[in-house]
């Protein structure tokens, strides 16, 4: 196969860098809108329930559906308008994850939300998906991991703030009134990416036998493998932290919201501080969050119901997953930089598979034994994720036979 020259840095060129960094920013904004949107179904599932006269079990397969549907169109999306300017591409998937916040608002039935969310899902995969590739047109290579840290950051903030300003402004206000708003939110986000985004022209051949292709590159998949075993450590125990942290508030009183503050805020910070590490030293922080979540989970394991200790455990876990998809992004761009919108849907999408089976899987354990298994298993599937991963060296590869 030919070589495939990665795209010139925006920039690169003179008196360009203010805005390639604007046009970043406006992708955080925009993926903080979408985050929001995904996770409110979690602080309303009550009342969108109960008017639409389904049980709260049935409600909550809309995050389900949103994920999957995530997963499949993630790496289809690109394929499908291989000659499309990204710029318009993102507002499109903009625009539906408006008309999907209108939709779920007005909807009348179970069904149609269902319908409305199936597009959210796609929206989401697809601005996701797109992101890393866009960044790499925006700013210089060695500054892609601060970009992604930055675009990251959305979505983190969103996953701290969604649920509990979703749940006190659906006390105060309808649930559809609270999708209002998040469609206000990404109607903001939209006009920022409108007037700062600049056009931003397509990778070259990345139809679907070249995400197949991507697929197969040994230096691509490896990493993918390990992003799908982290994120199942991951959310085996967070799906089910309120499960872990009951004991706490029964011996100390209701601290739940206070520690998974504590969780938020320290994985903001954990993005945050994430961006110059991995331009700097990439498995080193490949290598640090892993085993951090990892120590993290097993310490919830053994440390009863200590206040502090449960904090610290929390604390650390926050910090150290706010810092690992900005990693693997990160990575897989320094490895395939010749295919950056082939890898960053097919990482989208092994997130989005991580997240299901650690959900899944988590819940079979609770089920069976009890959350503190989740929570083990989450740590020693993490740890063997991070050390699979830094046996590998992130060398960049510019060709392909």
Not at 206 to 230: D, K, M, S
Request: hydrophobic share 60%; charged share 10%.
């Amino acid at each position: 196969m030919t070589n495939v020259a990665a795209p010139r840095p925006l920039s690169d060129s003179p008196g360009r860098e203010n805005r390639a960094w604007w046009g970043v920013s406006s992708l955080s904004l925009a993926i903080l809108a979408l985050v929001t949107t995904e996770f409110l179904p979690a602080s309303l599932l009550s009342p969108m329930s109960a008017d639409l006269d389904v049980s709260a079990g049935t409600m909550g397969q809309i995050v389900t559906a949103t994920a999957l549907v995530g997963a499949i169109a993630g790496p289809t999306l690109a394929p499908l308008l291989p000659r499309a300017d990204r710029k318009r591409v993102l507002i499109v998937l903009m625009v539906v994850a408006i008309a999907s916040n209108v939709v779920s608002a007005l909807a009348p039935s179970f069904i149609v939300l269902v319908i409305a969310r199936l597009a959210l899902g796609a929206s989401i995969a697809g601005f996701w998906g797109m992101s890393l590739a866009v960044v790499s047109v925006l700013v210089p290579k060695e500054a892609i991991g601060r970009a992604m840290a930055l675009v990251t950051l959305g979505g983190t903030v969103a996953t701290v703030a969604a649920v509990p300003v979703g749940a006190y402004l659906g006390d105060i206000l309808n649930w559809r009134v609270v999708f209002l708003l998040a469609a206000a939110l990404a109607l903001i986000a939209l006009a920022v990416q409108w007037y700062v985004l600049p056009q931003v022209p397509p990778a070259p051949s990345q139809g679907f036998n070249v995400v197949l292709e991507t697929l197969r590159r040994p230096v691509v998949a490896i990493p993918l493998f390990t992003v799908v075993l982290i994120a199942f450590g991951h959310f085996a125990g967070f799906t089910y932290i309120r499960l872990a942290l009951d004991p706490v508030s029964s011996a100390t009183g209701n601290v739940v919201p206070l520690l998974l503050f504590v969780f938020g805020i320290a994985g903001v910070l954990g993005n945050m501080l994430v961006g110059w590490l991995v331009d700097t030293r990439l498995r080193l922080a490949a290598a640090l969050s892993p085993l951090l979540i990892a120590a993290s989970l097993a310490g919830l394991v053994v440390v009863g119901v200590s206040v502090t200790s449960v904090a610290i455990a929390i604390a650390i876990w926050g910090a150290a997953w706010g810092m690992f998809p900005t990693i693997a992004n990160t990575w897989v761009a320094r490895v395939a930089p010749d295919r950056l919108e082939s890898v960053g849907a097919l990482t989208v999408t092994m997130f989005q598979l991580g997240i299901t089976l650690g959900a899944i899987g988590g819940g079979v354990l609770v089920d069976l034994v009890d959350v503190h298994a989740a929570l083990a298993t989450g740590a020693v599937v993490a740890v063997v994720g991070g050390a699979v991963l830094v046996s590998r060296r992130p060398v960049q590869q510019t060709s392909h036979r």
